[in-house]
Every structure is written in structure tokens, then in C-alpha cells.
């Protein structure tokens, strides 16, 4: 605020040139991500999501397989994002994204009201939670108890083979119409 009476002093300085070794901190390599690659948790129709109960790269690796065999993304819970398992724009809840997909798999997470905000959209949801009394156990269609090391493989293989199945018939009946179709009916 100006004060009656008082004046500036105009003083002109030079900053001195920092050295490389004065900077505490060094760009080693800068890698951006091609737009491309971007997931967008908005649009997807099967999200496989992970929370705290991931522990680590081993777990998400586990996600991304089952995400991989459902034809969907990975998402997370803001635990996840915080550890460092997945970036931000994955992150479902009052402070992430808002996700409205077909399926949503929920994968250790515990099912805090601010996460439940950003997925109670989803037409299913799956939990897979060891603790019985998790609230996300509240907020699903199906509950599954137990370790997600153990059921998350277990899901996936058991997509895989059934994804199999359905494509063996397929191809079965389409060689049927072929041949079907090589003989018309009444010839
Ligand atoms: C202002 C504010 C905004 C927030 N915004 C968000 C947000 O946008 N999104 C969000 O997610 N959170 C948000 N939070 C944080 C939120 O309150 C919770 O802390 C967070 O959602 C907890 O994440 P989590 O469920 O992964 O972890 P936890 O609550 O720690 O739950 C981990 C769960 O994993 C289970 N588990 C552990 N190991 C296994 C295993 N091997 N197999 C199966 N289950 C296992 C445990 O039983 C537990 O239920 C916000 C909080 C605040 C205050």
C-alpha cells in the first residue's frame, strides 16, 4: 500500500551465472510419453483397478494381464498413484477421474468414500478384497474374498480359456455356413 511521503529506490543488480555443480539437481533425460499411448480410464468399457493391497510391480503386472485378456485398462485407486505404481490421469475418485464402464474390477482396494465417488457409476462391479469387512464390499455386485495374488490369475486364465472357447465355436460354425453355403439348400 503507498505511503504519503515514503519513495522507492530504483537499484539495477546482476544475478551471478550459476555453475552446472551449484545446481543441486540435473535433467538426466527427458521421455515423453506419445499421445497414442495415453489411457483414458473415461472412455473404457472394462477397467481392472488397483489399490494399496497391489504392493508393488508384481501386482499391477497381475492387473495388466487380466486387463489385457478383458480387452480393458488399468486404473487405480489414489493409494496406488501415491506409491507410484501409476500415474496420475489413472487415478479413479474425487480427486482423479470419474469412470462409468461396463465391468469394474476392484482390486485391493478398501472402497473409501472418495474412491466410491468416482466409480459408483459402473454398471458391475467385482471387489477382490482379503479383508471380509472391506467397505468396497458394500458398494459391489460381486464380492470376492480372498488374496488378489491368487484370484487375480485365476480370472485370467479362466477368461483366456473361455475367450478360447468362444473363438473355437465361432470358427466351427462359420466353416459350417462356409460349407453351408457351398451346397445350397434343395441343390
Ligand atoms: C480430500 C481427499 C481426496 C481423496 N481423493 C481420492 C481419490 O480421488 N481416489 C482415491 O482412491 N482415494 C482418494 N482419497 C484417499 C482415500 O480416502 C483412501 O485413503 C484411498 O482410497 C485408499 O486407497 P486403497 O483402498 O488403495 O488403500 P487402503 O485403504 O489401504 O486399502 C487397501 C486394501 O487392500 C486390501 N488388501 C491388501 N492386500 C491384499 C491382497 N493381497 N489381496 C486382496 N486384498 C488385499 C486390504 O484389505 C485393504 O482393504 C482421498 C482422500 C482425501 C482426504
Not at 464390499?137 to 470376492?144: E, L, M, P, T
Request: hydrophobic share 40%.
Amino acid at each position: 500500500m503507498p505511503q504519503p511521503g515514503r519513495q522507492g529506490r530504483l537499484v539495477r543488480g546482476t544475478l551471478p551465472t550459476l555453475s552446472d555443480s551449484a545446481l543441486l539437481t540435473e535433467v538426466v533425460e527427458v521421455i515423453r510419453q506419445p499421445a497414442g499411448d495415453a489411457v483414458h480410464i473415461e472412455d473404457a468399457r472394462v477397467i481392472v483397478a488397483g489399490g494399496r493391497g497391489l504392493g508393488g510391480a508384481r501386482g499391477l503386472a497381475l492387473l495388466e494381464d487380466l486387463a489385457d485378456a478383458l480387452g480393458g485398462v488399468v486404473a487405480g485407486s489414489r493409494a496406488a498413484v501415491e506409491q507410484g505404481w501409476l500415474p496420475h490421469e489413472q487415478q479413479v475418485g474425487q480427486t482423479g477421474r470419474t469412470v462409468r464402464p461396463k465391468l469394474y474390477i476392484a482390486c485391493g482396494i478398501s472402497g473409501a468414500i472418495q474412491h466410491l465417488v468416482g466409480m459408483q457409476n459402473s454398471e458391475v462391479v467385482v471387489a477382490i478384497n482379503r479383508d471380509p469387512e472391506a467397505p468396497i464390499f458394500r458398494a459391489c455386485n460381486y464380492g470376492i474374498v480372498g488374496d488378489l495374488f491368487e484370484v487375480v490369475p485365476a480370472l485370467t486364465q479362466r477368461f483366456r480359456q473361455a475367450r478360447q472357447e468362444w473363438e473355437h465355436q465361432l470358427t466351427a460354425a462359420a466353416t459350417d455356413l462356409a460349407s453351408y453355403g457351398g451346397h445350397p439348400h434343395g441343390s
